[in-house]
């Protein structure tokens, strides 16, 4: 009777555990991060009854946690790519927007500034049309500052988050560190896995997945190290590192994401990818820096462009043109931990001839002990600055300048044009400073304002290249010498300046100068062509402007960059350039919109792989209630049976 009786309430108990497993399965079916467990029976060890083995019941041996690794792998994983992709969708649309709308962007600003200067270009002695021009100036660096504050805006908002998100981190550290040390307790006690501890830690695991890419690898003792970036450790056993911003060691107002284990602080910034975090730190680096840049850039083109031009004309008030613009240059910034022994920085600025060539890219320069080391981080193209010499690349100038002792490993980080557009500003504060007229002119000689030349030869195209020789000191003709090949330039003082090559049968297309041939001194920086059949003695003039209202030259130049390509090396115009601002962000963001809709296609197989294995299905566990039950109540039925045995036997003793 013992054995039956041993053996019926082993059952009892069995199917009491797994209806009570049952029962916190169907409870916990709304649970976030809940596994659904199963009891595992063993039949206990047989008897050896000389006549064969009778069985002694059923054991519970565990009560199992359905998982699959590989499968929480993948959803964390998915997780992870969801959340970088839906961060960056969600700042590249803001940034898009902002460039792109057709009210606030910089492209209706462009517009109206040039066609102010092509309405001067058209009246340059309206005064209404030099105000215009001032106002549309002026509201074209407003649009620059505000696209920039915008930026900067998104900037701070991205630096809040990532704070916010290493907040995150370093709870859910905490929590799986915290949760590893009571889950090696609870099994050194009991010698079973403690599940609902595993789901909690696993549903913390899920969640810093969310926040950045992780590797997760258990240990032995059924604890997990959670490492990040290029392997650094988040957690190891009961122990969690703590993250942290830091400045950066050139620009201060940069944080950088550093990782704090005990005694030992490492860097992270540049190693750490996936989920929100990894994500945040992409759309900085990849997205909002690279725009500003290039912001600052067409800024930075444009008033020099605008500046260099306005500078070869002659204003209102009979003076040579002054910037038209003011705008910041580039930004030099020391390493915090350069040698005590540096002093200066070295001199670097925007090299007006070759603006074109001006790129988005911040530069490294460093020093190696004998010479400094320039390079383009965008593509880590390296440039050799000589000691004392002077480098041109890219549209700057660069020199050493007030640098001294130096010493290696020394280094600056330059951004070219990363404040320009935040500080650009019109430099001119009346409309008689805006020079529409050419400091210039040239024609046919004239007596009592008669032409006197009996050929039909022209001066024309005339332009200013340079103001190093202007004013002029006086008049200069030149004077048709066949004999001489050419015309014959003399100043004012009837001194010979030189000889300018021209043959009326081979040129009569007309000739631009400077060429091939030298030009006089006093004509350096002047460009203009010669034209026509002159006769021998026939005389063109060129001499100082006096015409300060109807001259509209410099104007026309000034209104020209709006179609002029000299940007991109040549290639592209400011609208262009811009457009093409605007249509890499577009594309950005449709490519982040595009993974985001993949990603959440493929988080949504993974959370299904998931719930195939470890989600709770009512109908299966309520087909397991009633198996259970059936079975719980069988076993107690063999209870009653071996009970009305024992009572038999008793009774047939006691008769």
Request: aromatic share 4%.
């Amino acid at each position: 009777m013992a054995n039956i009786f041993s053996t019926s309430v082993s059952g009892l108990l069995a199917f009491q555990r797994a209806l009570t497993t049952t029962s916190h399965n169907i409870s916990n079916v709304n649970t976030d991060g809940y596994s659904r467990q199963r009891v595992e029976f063993g039949a206990r060890p047989a008897t050896d009854t000389g006549a064969g083995f009778i069985g002694t019941g059923v054991n519970t041996n565990t009560v199992q946690r359905l998982v699959d690794q590989n499968r929480e792998v993948a959803l964390r994983n998915a997780l992870s790519e969801h959340a970088r992709h839906g961060v960056l969708a969600e700042f590249t649309g803001r940034i898009d927007n902002l460039l792109a709308d057709k009210q606030a962007g910089l492209s209706p600003e462009l517009q109206g500034f040039f066609n102010a200067l092509q309405d001067l270009a058209n009246d340059p002695a309206s005064s209404s049309a030099r105000e215009v021009l001032l106002s549309q100036a002026e509201s074209l660096t407003s649009r620059f500052q505000l696209l920039n504050r915008r930026l900067d805006d998104l900037s701070a908002e991205n630096n809040n988050r990532i704070r916010t998100e290493l907040e995150q981190i370093n709870q859910h550290a905490d929590n799986i560190a915290r949760l590893n040390r009571e889950i090696v307790v609870a099994q050194g006690r009991t010698g079973q896995p403690p599940n609902d501890l595993l789901d909690q830690r696993g549903l913390e695991l899920k969640k810093l997945s969310e926040l950045v890419g992780t590797s997760v690898v258990p240990q032995d003792d059924d604890q997990v190290s959670v490492f990040i970036g290029n392997g650094q450790t988040l957690v190891s056993g009961g122990r969690a590192s703590r993250l942290s911003v830091q400045p950066n060691t050139f620009d201060p107002a940069m944080q950088e994401v550093v990782l704090q284990g005990g005694s030992r602080t490492v860097r992270v910034t540049g190693s750490l990818s996936g989920g929100s975090l990894g994500g945040l730190l992409e759309l900085r680096s990849q997205v909002l820096d690279p725009t500003r840049n290039e912001l600052g850039r067409i800024a930075t083109s444009v008033a020099t462009a605008i500046n260099s031009q306005h500078r070869l004309g002659r204003n209102l008030e009979g003076e040579i043109g002054l910037d038209f613009f003011s705008v910041a240059g580039p930004q030099v910034l020391p390493r915090s931990s350069n040698s005590g022994t540096i002093t200066g920085s070295p001199d670097v600025a925007v090299d007006p001839a070759t603006i074109g060539e001006l790129t988005g890219s911040d530069y490294r320069m460093s020093y190696d002990g004998a010479q400094w080391t320039l390079t383009r981080l965008v593509d880590e193209q390296e440039f050799t600055l000589a000691p004392g010499a002077t480098l041109t690349v890219d549209g700057m100038t660069i020199s050493e300048g007030s640098l001294s002792d130096a010493q290696a490993g020394d280094i600056f980080l330059i951004r070219p044009t990363r404040q320009a557009a935040a500080n650009i500003d019109v430099a001119l504060t009346r409309p008689g400073q805006i020079a529409a007229g050419s400091p210039v002119t040239a024609g046919e000689l004239l007596v009592n304002g008669q032409p006197v030349n009996h050929g039909d030869a022209s001066i024309g195209q005339l332009e200013v290249g340079g103001i190093d020789n202007l004013p002029l000191p006086g008049d200069v003709r030149l004077v048709y010498d066949p004999d001489e090949g050419g015309y014959v330039a003399y100043d004012a003082a009837d001194d010979m300046l030189g000889v300018l090559p021209y043959d009326p049968a081979a040129d009569n297309s007309g000739r631009s100068y400077p060429d091939s041939a030298a030009v006089p001194a006093q004509l350096e920086g002047l460009r203009f062509q010669l034209s026509g059949r002159p006769e021998a003695g026939d005389t063109l003039v060129i001499g100082n402007s006096t015409d300060n209202q109807g001259d509209n030259t410099n104007a026309l130049a000034l209104a020209g960059f709006a179609d002029r390509a000299f940007m991109e090396g040549g290639n592209a115009t400011i609208q262009e350039t811009y457009s093409g601002l605007v249509g890499r962000v577009g594309t950005q963001t449709l490519r982040a919109n595009a993974n985001v809709e993949a990603q959440k296609t493929l988080l949504r197989q993974a959370e299904a792989a998931r719930e195939e294995l470890s989600g709770v299905n009512l109908e299966e566990e309520a087909a397991n209630l009633l198996r259970y039950q059936q079975a719980f109540q069988a076993s107690a039925q063999v209870v009653t049976v071996a009970n009305t045995m024992f009572q038999t036997i008793l009774d047939a003793v006691q008769r």
